[in-house]
C-alpha cells in the first residue's frame, strides 16, 4: 500500500490562457539538513516541458535503442552503463530547448541564508534572484572564507546548529557559539566586504530570528531548506516574466501548501513591478500558477526530470549553458 501524497498546490480558477507552460521536475542531491556532511556537494533541480507521450518516447528510445533495463533509468547506473557515453549524448541532445537545471552549492547556499536570515528580514525571496541585492556580500564571504580553513568550517557549523529544528544544545549556548565561531573567522582578517557581514551580525537580531524559528512563525521560510528557493529558480526561469507555470513535481515533504502559498505571493509580488512592460503577466498574477505532487513511478515527464538531474549532479560539467539558461518561449508545442 502506497501511503497518499502529501503537499502541493493545486492551481485555483483559470491559468492564464495562452501564457503558461506545464514543467515537471525532480531533484537530486538532498540530503536533509546535512549540507556539510554530504557526499553530494551540490544538489541539482531539473525540469522538462515533455507531454506525458514525448517522455515515454524519450524513456522507450533509452530502454530500446541503447539496450537500459528499467532499473537503469537512474543516473549512477545510466552513467555506468554499456554505451552510456554515446546514450548520454543522445539524451542530452533530446532535451535540447526542452529542459532546464538549476545548480546549488550547498556550501554557498549557507552562506545565503547567513546573509538573508541574519543580516537582514529573514523572508521567502531569500536565496533567490530576488534577494540579488545581498549576493555579492555573500560571494565576498564565500570567497574569503574558504581561505581560513578549520575556522570557516566551524563557522558554518555553528550556523547549521543555530537554525536546525532539533538542536543538540540549549539555545542560549547555541548563539553562544555562533558568536564565538564568528569572533574566530573575524580575527582572520577576511578582507573588507566578509568582515563586513562578520561585523554585522548582531547578537539580539540573531536571537530574534531564532525565537521565530522556534515558535514556528511560518512567515519565515525554513533555513536549511534548498528545494523552496530552487523551485522559485525554475518557475522565475520558464516563466520569463511572461507566462505562468504549472509544477508537476516527485513528492517532497517541503512542498506543503502552506509554504507553496507564500512564495507564490512572493513571486506575484516581484512580477507585479513587471506589469507594464509589453508581454508581461498582468498585475496580481503569480508566475506560480500552482504544483501537483506524483509519484515519480507513475510520472514518466518526472522520470526524466530525475535522470536529468542525477547526471546533471554527478557531472556538472556536461551542464551547458544551454541547460543553466531559460528556455526559449515558444508560442506551442512542437
Known amino acids: 500500500m502506497r501511503s497518499p501524497l502529501q503537499g502541493g498546490l493545486p ?3 483559470a491559468v492564464v490562457v495562452g501564457a503558461a507552460v506545464e514543467i515537471a521536475c525532480d531533484e537530486s542531491g538532498f540530503s536533509g539538513t546535512n549540507l556539510l556532511h554530504s557526499s553530494a556537494p551540490v544538489i541539482t533541480h531539473a525540469s522538462v516541458d515533455l507531454v506525458v507521450d514525448e517522455a515515454v518516447t524519450l524513456i522507450t528510445a533509452l530502454r530500446s535503442g541503447f539496450r537500459f533495463a528499467p532499473h537503469e533509468l537512474k543516473s549512477g547506473r545510466f552513467l555506468r552503463g554499456s554505451g552510456a557515453t554515446e546514450a548520454l549524448e543522445w539524451f542530452l541532445a533530446a532535451l535540447a530547448g526542452r529542459a532546464h537545471v538549476h545548480l546549488i552549492d550547498k556550501e554557498f547556499f549557507l552562506v545565503t541564508r547567513i546573509v ?13 534572484r530576488l534577494a540579488g541585492e545581498h549576493r555579492p556580500a555573500a560571494r565576498a564571504l564565500h570567497e574569503a572564507g574558504r581561505s581560513a580553513g578549520g575556522d570557516w568550517d566551524a563557522f558554518l557549523a555553528a ?3 543555530l537554525v536546525r529544528m532539533k538542536r543538540r ?3 542560549d549556548q547555541t548563539v553562544r557559539r555562533f558568536f564565538q565561531a564568528r569572533d574566530a573567522l573575524r580575527q582572520r582578517r577576511l578582507g573588507g566586504a566578509a568582515n563586513a557581514v562578520l561585523d554585522g551580525l548582531d547578537p539580539s537580531h540573531v536571537r530574534a530570528v531564532v525565537a521565530r524559528l522556534d515558535s ?3 512567515s519565515v521560510p525554513p533555513p536549511l531548506e534548498p528545494l523552496l528557493p530552487a523551485l522559485a529558480e525554475t518557475v522565475l526561469a520558464w516563466s520569463g516574466g511572461q507566462r505562468q507555470v504549472l509544477v508537476t513535481h516527485d513528492e517532497q515533504s517541503a512542498l506543503t501548501a502552506d509554504r507553496l502559498t507564500r512564495l507564490q505571493r512572493v513571486l506575484g509580488d516581484a512580477s507585479a513591478a ?7 503577466l498582468p498585475r496580481g498574477v503569480s508566475p506560480l500558477a500552482g504544483l501537483v505532487v506524483v509519484d515519480s513511478r507513475d510520472d514518466p515527464r ?4 530525475d535522470l536529468l538531474a542525477g547526471v546533471a549532479r554527478r557531472m556538472p560539467g556536461l551542464i551547458d549553458d544551454a541547460l543553466r539558461q531559460p528556455p526559449p518561449i515558444r508560442s506551442g508545442r512542437p
Not at 274 to 280: L, S
Open 216 to 218: 514556528d512563525d511560518r
Open 159 to 161: 550556523f547549521v546548529d
Open 302 to 305: 518526472v522520470q526524466v526530470a
Open 11 to 13: 492551481p485555483s480558477g
Open 169 to 171: 544544545l540549549p539555545v
Open 274 to 280: 513587471d506589469a507594464n512592460r509589453t508581454g508581461a
Open 116 to 128: 538573508d536570515f541574519l543580516l537582514t528580514e529573514p523572508s521567502y525571496a531569500a536565496g533567490t
